[in-house]
């Protein structure tokens, strides 16, 4: 599975940014997909995760300003990051949790390359 991101750069605080990521490649199944991010200095944390049905799951400390979202019949997610702060400057990295094989007994973790996010003024 390869995941490309899009969308990072420098916003303002306040501002938004959406940032994108699109799964190719050979797979069975991807049965959800999610952003983390990494902070200098900090442990990787999830900000967000969608399921193949459609359950999401957000940090606590974006609830209410970010959103994730899947494209129908597609394997596109979407992270639309509003009021954003400048704690939220971060690697914002893609992840798809997935099956190669229908045979295999759980996912596999596959990664994007990462797209910085940095909030100043």
């Known amino acids: 599975v390869q995941l490309a991101e899009s969308g990072g750069g420098l916003v303002q605080p306040g501002g938004s940014l959406r940032l994108s990521c699109a799964a190719s490649g050979s797979f069975y199944t991807i049965n959800s997909m999610g952003w983390y991010r990494q902070a200098p200095g900090k442990q990787r944390e999830l900000v967000a995760r969608?399921?193949?049905?459609?359950?999401?799951t957000l940090a606590d400390s974006v609830k209410g300003r970010f959103s994730i979202s899947r494209e129908k019949d597609s394997n596109r997610v979407h992270l639309q990051m509003n009021n954003i702060k400048p704690e939220d400057t971060a690697v914002y990295s893609c992840n798809a949790a997935a099956k190669t094989r229908p045979q295999d007994p759980y996912d596999r973790m596959f990664w994007g390359q990462g797209t910085q996010v940095t909030v100043s003024s």
């Open positions: 969608i399921t193949s049905a459609g359950r999401t």
